[in-house]
């Protein structure tokens, strides 16, 4: 029987990690702490591994798996930017993540908040908290009166467009790349039609050199004053002080929020008072602005794929096969 040792296993992932291991009569070890120097040896006598991490891989650990007899590491994640490539080559390790897995949890996620924005309800939450129950100056719009722009129409806002146009929403789309099965739901177009023209503006490109800060003071100058902004990516793709004077100044209508620049700092614990940035405080207590903290993905259907599609990349190397995601050849 195959033996596999899974490093970082949450909770959630337990009962679809058993699952997978007797559906697949492969063996499962599962330790809840990252692979660093320390716990690497935990993995000597197991086939393969599978990790799930942001902290930089020690280099020390390369050469300690590759003697252990260890030919991968999947990382079950989308991001493995913590992994040195080269170093990993040089072991014999190959490596595998898992790309995408489940686009429509974060789809979902930021169609829920549009509609939250559209509807006002962060306004009527205000007005009730305080035993307002007027409705008087909160007329709200119907969705499928509105125009969409999809910013990077890849597999999450390519799965917002789908969803969006099942609305009856008018969809365009601003992206590089043009896939032919989303015709259907969009229109593509350029930058600029989308900010001018859409009622929600959904972000969903990678955080890279090109794409960082896109959405600056002029960008907001050029959406509606209607417009929502919905932001499930990456903060960094978004000038987190000139959208706060955008919203100030009433040059768009809302945002909806699902990442921060500065998040690192307060997000996935429980912060501080101290620790909270500025720009958080500012942000969360305008009642046009949903914030969440980085939980789009955070769904039964992501998790139980992210432990799949992981563990199957695994087994298929053991096994001598190509895995279904690897990150070089
Ligand atoms: P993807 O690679 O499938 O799609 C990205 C799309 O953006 C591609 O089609 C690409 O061609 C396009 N693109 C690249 N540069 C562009 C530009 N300058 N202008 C317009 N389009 C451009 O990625 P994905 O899996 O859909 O992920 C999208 C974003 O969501 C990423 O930033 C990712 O980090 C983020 N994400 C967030 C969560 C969360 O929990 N909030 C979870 C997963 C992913």
Known sequence: MKKIIMYATLDVEVPFIKQWAKDHQVEIKMVEERLTPETVGWAKGFDGIDIQQTHPLDP???PTLKSFGIKQITARMVGYDFIDLKLARENGLQ????????PRAIAEMGLT??????????????RMSKLDFRWTGLESTEIYNLTVGVIGAGHIGGASAQMYSALGAKVIAVDPVHHAEMEPFLTYTDLDTVLTQSDIVTIHTPLNDETANMLDA??????????????????????????????????????????LADEAQFFEKQAAPEEIPEDYKVLKAMPNVLISPHSAFYTDTAMKNIVEMGLDDVLLILNGKRPNYPVFE
Do not use: C
Request: avoid cysteine; charged fraction near 20%; hydrophobic fraction near 45%.
């Open 95 to 102: 490596v595998t993540n898992v790309p995408a897995y489940s």
């Open 218 to 259: 002029a960008a907001f100058k050029k959406m509606k004053k209607t417009a929502y902004l919905i932001n499930m990516a990456r903060g960094g793709l978004v000038v987190t002080n000139d959208l706060i004077k955008a919203l100030q100044e009433g040059e768009i209508a809302g945002a909806a929020l699902d990442t």
């Open 60 to 62: 020390s650990i390369y």
């Open 113 to 126: 908040q549009a509609l939250r924005l559209v509807r006002k309800l962060g306004y009527y939450d205000q």
